[in-house]
């Protein structure tokens, strides 16, 4: 990636550059001053620096998984519990035609 350059081993390896700041910063729709670039491109840093250690760990036999938690659907299956009752709503309707409803014509 340009403007991401990583340095020798340890903490603080990963550097990012003002340019890509800069670039970010447009993306995010953001206008920051700049100490606040300086603290946001030092915290990504940081974030990179850590992502970096996670992937130094051993995940051999971890399977992966998309939420902490075990996630199952709790939604019900959808059935049909009242069926076709046409007849009986339309006797509601103040007025019926043709087997729908009649209902007063709102487009001039």
């Known amino acids: 990636m340009e403007g991401f350059e990583k340095k ?3 903490k603080g390896k990963n550097k990012i550059s ?5 670039y970010v910063g447009i993306l995010a729709k953001l206008e ?13 840093e ?3 620096d850590y992502i ?3 992937n130094e760990l051993d995940t051999t ?3 992966p998984m998309s939420h902490v938690f075990p996630v199952h ?5 959808d059935v049909i519990t009242n069926g076709d009752d046409h007849e009986n709503m339309l006797k509601n309707a103040p007025e019926a035609k043709d087997g729908s409803y009649l209902v007063p014509k709102t487009v001039a």
């Open 52 to 54: 970096d250690k996670l």
């Open 32 to 44: 920051l001053s700049p100490e606040e670039k300086e603290r946001a491109k030092k915290d990504m």
């Open 61 to 63: 036999g971890t399977e």
């Open 18 to 22: 003002d340019e890509t700041m800069e």
């Open 8 to 10: 020798g081993q340890g």
């Open 46 to 48: 940081e974030m990179l």
């Open 73 to 77: 659907n709790v939604f019900r299956e």
